[in-house]
């Protein structure tokens, strides 16, 4: 019986999660591969989650009988919504631009809405069943939940390393179906042994309860609800939050998304099993870690990533560790155990609907990371130790000493010349930070310090001036001016500058003339027709420089809002191009629908977002595309510069597939005048059916060298960024 049992839940959890980062990667190709397409399909499956613990909940209350009939057809109109697809919305809807959210939602609940949902109640269901059974650890099924969550781990794990290397999304898809079915005849098995085992079976008095032991256990008080909403909600938001930092600055690929939700799911297994943690200590781990990690936040600190990005990880895994243990310690008896899990979905939910919907709308920064953070640690449970420290009139002034010398800090900062980076690092923040953690004993107060201080140092804005600053689904557009120029930032990467006084239109960075693009350009203009251009990507627009009055330029952009930016601050409006045309949306689906007859003499993918990879552009699928909107004799050239991987295996990969000449420029070798200048190291391929091209690339810019190692192919089905790590 437990056998049974615990394989059906094992296999349940396995699909539950599988499912999750299969879905994501599907839908990443219609949205640019932005992190906002992972923290949606989140909130979509948190949300379907809360359903299916209602489902359980509310059947859970009725006989043995009607509870095995409506759960087997549930699970019969999940067979039938079978294969998983995200190909059952329109492509061509302004939904897909201008409602991104709402799109997505609903390709989800078409393609995963049901079988996922009929999943969703198999955890809670399956222990109420064993609760009724005449067996020793019927009175607490909890062991049965470290069974779920060690399927959910492993399905988690076994996605980046062994089944996206290995599969297709097709034949994921296909493999996933198969094991529903089979997990739908093992669900049947178990109602039936709970059938067989209810009082109505054998003839006594009917029943819905669990044991008699149970039925003079306290129910669950209107707190105990709301601690349990409050401690499911924190480490729910903050793994959306690490992962939108994460692949913000790295890629939005399975890998980054399942570390922190593997994290999240491991420390289940850790607190509902017979471990016992030390959760005061943990905290307070947590906290010191926590205030660091807030410092280097208000900093903007993104270097050193090797440092940074495992701090944050380790942080995450702590908050899981103490909140989930909280959450652990004060579970009821199994009389309410449904109960107990539909309250942690709503916690769960609420974080995701916090980060997914109301987050972009409250704040113009990333600002849910660092205040759920502060909630963390204010959640942090009290030792002896801590409840026995005096507590003064001092130390009750503390959140308010630190908060007032951050304020005149600030003051006096941004009223100095002096440059703000010391000043910042070592007394702007550390004092302060240092007497908000001096109340670490009393977690509310310590919060309320850390709050204060964060709220100070939001008002700190030296050296550049924001003029316009917007956030959408795909990141915040941040347009800085200094005394000479503008800058676009999203995350921790610049992407594009603009002169403020440029009587012409001057290229900057990564696009200076004496970089790559200049003889990329000459070759253009004296040996390509016609004198059509495409861009896919836009930043401020330095490549509307290049263009002549000739020259037709498309920019293809995915968010509407940096074209708004582009406009008013970028090189765009002084471009000489006589004809400068934008379109909003996916490059890929976009060109799908343009006239194949009117062809691009070159085609620019320029379309980093922060330094995250958009592995959709670069497949075999996608290039096919390509060349059939350029001419026979066009040119496509890609920006591939990325601190974190080497993507001109890739280039070959997509040479080979295509039979394409591929020349490639590493321009790092860049003087100190240069620097100064404001020249920017790049890195570029570009890749043509015209041999006559490269070679003549490469005689006017000996940069311009053929690349001969080993390719990597992506296609749209299969596509791993394995192997491509620089370190």
């Not at 909130?43 to 909940?57: I, T």
């Not at 503390?398 to 007032?404: E, I």
């Not at 010391?422 to 923040?429: H, I, Q």
């Not at 496509?636 to 890739?650: E, K, M, Q, T």
């Amino acid at each position: 019986m437990v056998v049974v049992f615990t394989l059906t839940i094992f296999l349940s959890a396995l699909l539950l999660f599988g499912v999750q980062p299969m879905a994501g990667k599907m839908l990443l190709p219609f949205l640019g591969g932005t992190p906002g397409v992972w923290n949606t399909c989140m909130m979509f499956f948190q949300a379907v989650l809360l359903l299916g613990y209602l489902w359980a909940h509310g059947i859970s209350r009725l006989r043995a009988l009607p509870q095995l009939l409506l759960q087997l057809g549930l699970l019969g109109a999940a067979v039938v919504a079978l294969p998983l697809s995200m190909n059952r919305m329109d492509f061509s809807s302004e939904w897909l631009v201008h409602q991104p959210v709402l799109w997505l939602v609903a390709a989800l609940g078409l393609g995963v809405g049901l079988p996922f949902m009929a999943l969703s109640t198999s955890s809670p269901l399956l222990q109420a069943w064993f609760a009724r059974q005449d067996h020793p650890r019927a009175h607490d099924p909890y062991f049965l939940y470290a069974a779920s969550n060690a399927g959910s781990l492993l399905a988690l794990l076994a996605f980046p390393f062994i089944v996206e290397p290995l599969f297709g999304v097709r034949e994921q898809a296909f493999g996933w179906s198969a094991a529903f079915v089979m997990l739908a005849i093992l669900l049947a098995i178990c109602g039936i042994m709970t059938l067989k085992a209810s009082p109505d079976y054998r003839g006594k008095s009917p029943s819905a309860l669990p044991a008699d032991a149970e039925l003079d256990a306290p129910a669950p008080t209107s707190r105990q609800k709301g601690l349990w909403i409050l401690y499911a909600f924190v480490p729910s938001s903050l793994m959306l939050g690490v992962t939108t930092y994460i692949t913000t600055d790295v890629a939005a690929f399975p890998l980054l998304w399942v570390i922190p939700l593997a994290i999240f799911i491991a420390s289940f297994i850790v607190v509902f099993s017979s471990i016992k943690l030390n959760l005061p200590l943990l905290g307070r781990v947590m906290s010191l870690l926590g205030t660091a990690l807030l410092i280097g936040w208000m900093m903007g600190a993104t270097n050193p990533a090797w440092l940074l990005l495992p701090l944050h990880v380790v942080f995450f895994a702590l908050v899981t560790l103490v909140l989930h243990g909280r959450l652990a310690a004060s579970r009821p008896s199994a009389r309410y155990l449904t109960g107990f899990y539909l309250y942690m979905s709503i916690g769960g939910l609420l974080g995701g609907v916090f980060n997914t919907l109301l987050a972009p709308l409250l704040f113009t920064n990333i600002w849910e990371y660092p205040l759920v953070l502060i909630l963390a640690c204010a959640l942090r449970p009290q030792s002896a130790a801590d409840l026995a420290d005096p507590d003064r009139p001092w130390k009750r002034a503390a959140p308010f000493v630190a908060t007032a010398l951050m304020l005149g800090s600030v003051w006096l900062l941004k009223r100095s010349e002096i440059a703000h980076a010391d000043v910042f690092s070592f007394v702007l923040l550390a004092v302060p930070a240092v007497i908000a953690y001096s109340q670490v004993e009393r977690p509310a107060r310590f919060g309320l310090g850390l709050l204060g201080i964060f709220v100070a140092a939001s008002l700190v804005s030296v050296e550049y001036d924001t003029v316009f600053k917007k956030r959408t689904f795909y990141g915040v557009v941040e347009i800085l001016k200094s005394d000479t120029e503008y800058r676009m930032i999203h995350g921790g990467t610049f992407h594009g500058h603009a002169l403020i006084e440029d009587e012409g239109c001057t290229p900057q960075n990564y696009y200076d003339l004496r970089g790559p693009m200049g003889s990329l350009f000459e070759i253009y203009r004296s040996h390509v027709t016609p004198r059509r251009l495409a861009v896919i990507g836009l930043g401020l627009g330095s490549h509307a420089c290049y263009a002549e009055p000739e020259d037709s330029l498309t920019f293809y952009e995915l968010d509407p809002v940096v074209i708004e930016a582009a406009k008013g601050f970028g090189n765009v409006a002084r471009s000489p191009s006589a004809e400068l045309s934008y379109v909003a949306g996916d490059a890929r689906i976009q060109l799908q629908q343009r006239d194949a007859g009117n062809p691009y003499g070159m085609l620019i993918i320029d379309a980093f977002s922060s330094d995250a990879i958009p592995i959709h552009l670069l497949t075999v699928e996608a290039f096919e595309l390509y060349l059939s909107r350029i001419g026979e004799d066009g040119m496509i050239a890609v920006h591939i510069s990325n601190r974190y991987f080497d993507l001109i295996p890739v280039l070959r990969g997509l040479a080979d597939a295509h039979n394409l000449e591929l020349r490639v420029v590493d321009d790092v070798h860049l003087s100190d005048q240069e620097i100064a200048e404001g020249r920017v190291a790049s890195t570029w391929g570009v890749l043509t059916r015209d041999a006559k091209k490269t070679e003549a690339l490469e005689a006017l810019d000996p940069r311009w060298q053929p690349f001969t190692g080993p390719g990597v192919t992506w296609t749209d089905n299969h596509a791993a960024v394995n192997g491509l790590w620089i370190f």
